[in-house]
T-cell receptor
Framework: EDKVVQSPLSLVVHEGDTVTLNCSYE??????LLWYKQEKKAPTFLFML????IEKKSGRLSSILDKKELFSILNITATQTGDSAVYLC???????FGKGTRLHILP | NAGVTQTPKFRVLKTGQSMTLLCAQD?????MYWYRQDPGMGLRLIHY???????AKGEVPDGYNVSRLKKQNFLLGLESAAPSQTSVYFC??????????????FGDGTRLSIL
């Protein structure tokens, strides 16, 4: 059975800390892994990863994929209160989402 | 820029009633999707469409029907609503290049309560 598992499910840190969110998967016919940020409403796209070992970076956020060990990490450095959200990981070809990591940044 | 628009935003139904949720996108995307999001369950795919006139079942299709008569619209129907269908419903759309999954653009969701 295809599955995507995110950890931790919930995380509380102080502003300025660095966090690492994990996403592991077991799926047939893997095409890509995508990260989304969900605040109050619609998830918004962060990264799409298709190749192992190539880091994608956007400001303080970065992500990398390991297709041998079947996982990805999302790093956020120097966290800010605006980073508080649910972070979702999804894997295609059949689009399967993990349950998300709820991140709360304390001022 | 409208992107993906869902209507209505909120709805309360009684058990057994029917309704249709409408999703419209103005990005000329081939693929469209309907998800439900329940607390602690993440997003689960109900149905999806790879093009006008085609639909396919996702992970949790039972109790729902869909139609894609026009490329820009994707309708989700509940023929006989049940309390278990109380959820937040998200529509999404994406391009398909044939080389793998593409980022999805999501609507703001429809909060549906079945009494």
């Amino acid at each position: 059975e295809d599955k995507v598992v995110q950890s931790p499910l919930s995380l509380v840190v102080h502003e300025g800390d660095t966090v690492t969110l994990n996403c592991s998967y077991e799926v047939t016919n893997f095409r890509s892994l995508l990260w989304y940020k969900q605040e109050k409403k619609a998830p918004t796209f962060l990264f799409m990863l298709t190749s192992s070992g190539i880091e994608k970076k956007s400001g303080r956020l970065s992500s990398i994929l390991d297709k041998k060990e079947l996982f990805s990490i999302l790093n956020i450095t120097a966290t800010q209160t605006g980073d508080s959200a649910v972070y979702l990981c999804a894997v295609s070809h059949k689009i399967i989402f993990g349950k998300g990591t709820r991140l709360h940044i304390l001022p | 820029n409208a992107g993906v628009t869902q209507t209505p935003k909120f709805r309360v139904l009684k058990t057994g009633q029917s309704m249709t949720l409408l999703c419209a996108q103005d990005m000329n995307h081939e693929y469209m999707y309907w998800y439900r999001q329940d607390p602690g369950m993440g997003l689960r795919l109900i149905h999806y469409s790879v093009g006008e006139g085609t639909t396919a079942k996702g992970e949790v299709p039972d109790g729902y029907n869909v139609s894609r008569l026009k490329k820009q619209n994707f309708l989700l129907g509940l023929e006989s609503a049940a309390p278990s269908q109380t959820s937040v419903y998200f529509c999404a759309s994406s391009y398909h290049t044939g080389r793998g999954g593409q980022p999805q653009h999501f609507g703001d969701g429809t909060r549906l309560s079945i009494l």
